[in-house]
């Protein structure tokens, strides 16, 4: 565990800049998370918040960077969940601990999944895309970022729900992942809003159902899931902030305020929401307890799916 100096316990903390990790390359929603609340974060601290992208290894890159760093609240890292959840249980002999390497700080936005099709096949609802993969299972099959991605085992989740047997074809993001489904290469993704929203528009892409528990203000009239005909299918990918273990609670507690505020604005909710997001603060212990419940649960599904990395 990190152990931090004198000078972070004191009360000038921060006296110099901050550096922001972010565990995804810029332009996906972690880095446009990170984005929207260090530049706000700064002024409140009065000092200026530096967002530093380490993309890599399913999350590996940036939290090893963290957990390597001083516990003194000058480096945090902003963690998108599928790789703060679900790395650690498909990745043998990881070199960090999702609980014991980590303070949480806050949770800072929270996004469901939206299924879509190609717009070319004849699916209207959940319920006909179930039951098209029942008559021929396997034929129809899904894009994903990547192997133990929130997008495979969201999917995954919805095949031991339906018995279903959608197939599953990776790719190394999300961005290659979209290419293929617009160019006919696969018939359907599940992913967070942003990528989707501008080929919904274009007419591109067909959204089914929505994995929240409410229906999104930018797609008003996609189902939830639950309306759909699966109540359990709730999935929402977080973004979240996390300090190495050991940095002192008057910092974790500094940082986790001026975050709350910041999310309480209407012009951050306002960006929240148009990214297909929502502004979903928690604080340090909610947050702690919540990544334990999420550990568990994606346990469950990623062994019944048998998804692992090699």
């Known amino acids: 565990m990190n152990v931090a100096p004198a000078s972070a316990q004191a009360g000038n903390y921060p006296d110099r800049p901050i550096k922001l990790i972010v565990s995804a390359a810029p332009g996906g929603t972690t880095d446009l998370t990170a984005r929207m609340i260090a530049e706000p974060?700064?002024?409140a601290l009065g000092q200026s918040v530096v967002v530093d992208n380490k993309p890599g290894g399913a999350g590996t890159i940036a939290a090893q960077?963290?957990?390597?760093?001083?516990?003194?609240?000058?480096?945090?890292?902003?963690?998108?969940?599928?790789?703060?959840?679900?790395?650690?249980?498909?990745?043998?002999?990881?070199?960090?601990?999702?609980?014991?390497?980590?303070?949480?700080?806050?949770?800072?936005?929270?996004?469901?999944?939206?299924?879509?099709v190609r717009s070319d096949l004849p699916y209207k609802t959940l319920k006909e895309l179930v039951a098209a993969d029942k008559k021929e299972p396997g034929k129809l099959n899904y894009a994903s970022s990547g192997v133990g991605s929130l997008q495979q085992v969201s999917t995954e989740l919805l095949n031991q729900m339906a018995g279903t047997k959608f197939t599953h074809i990776p790719y190394n993001g999300t961005g290659p992942a979209m290419k293929d489904l617009l160019g006919g290469s696969v018939d359907m993704t599940m992913t967070t809003p942003p990528p989707l929203l501008p080929q919904i528009a274009a007419g591109k892409?067909?959204?089914?159902?929505?994995?929240?528990?409410?229906?999104?203000?930018?797609?008003?009239?996609?189902?939830?899931?639950?309306e759909a005909g699966f109540p359990d299918l709730l999935v929402?990918?977080?973004?979240?902030?996390?300090?190495p273990a050991g940095t002192p609670p008057?910092?974790?507690?500094?940082?986790?305020?001026?975050?709350e505020a910041i999310m309480k604005t209407p012009e951050f909710r306002k960006k929240a929401e148009s990214l297909g997001a929502e502004a979903q603060y928690m604080g340090p212990a909610e947050l702690g307890d919540f990544t334990k419940q999420e550990l568990k649960r994606w346990d469950t599904v990623v062994k019944a799916a048998n998804i692992s990395v090699q």
Do not use: C, H
């Not at 990918?237 to 300090?243: N, P, Q, V």
């Open 41 to 43: 974060l700064g002024r």
């Open 65 to 116: 960077l963290v957990t390597r760093s001083e516990a003194d609240g000058y480096t945090l890292l902003l963690q998108y969940s599928g790789y703060q959840v679900i790395t650690p249980l498909i990745t043998p002999n990881l070199s960090w601990d999702p609980i014991k390497d980590f303070a949480p700080v806050a949770n800072v936005l929270s996004a469901p999944q939206v299924l879509v």
């Open 205 to 226: 892409l067909r959204p089914l159902a929505m994995t929240g528990k409410s229906r999104l203000p930018s797609l008003p009239d996609v189902p939830t899931a639950a």
């Open 236 to 243: 929402s990918s977080w973004f979240a902030m996390y300090a």
């Open 250 to 259: 008057e910092v974790v507690n500094k940082l986790t305020k001026e975050i």
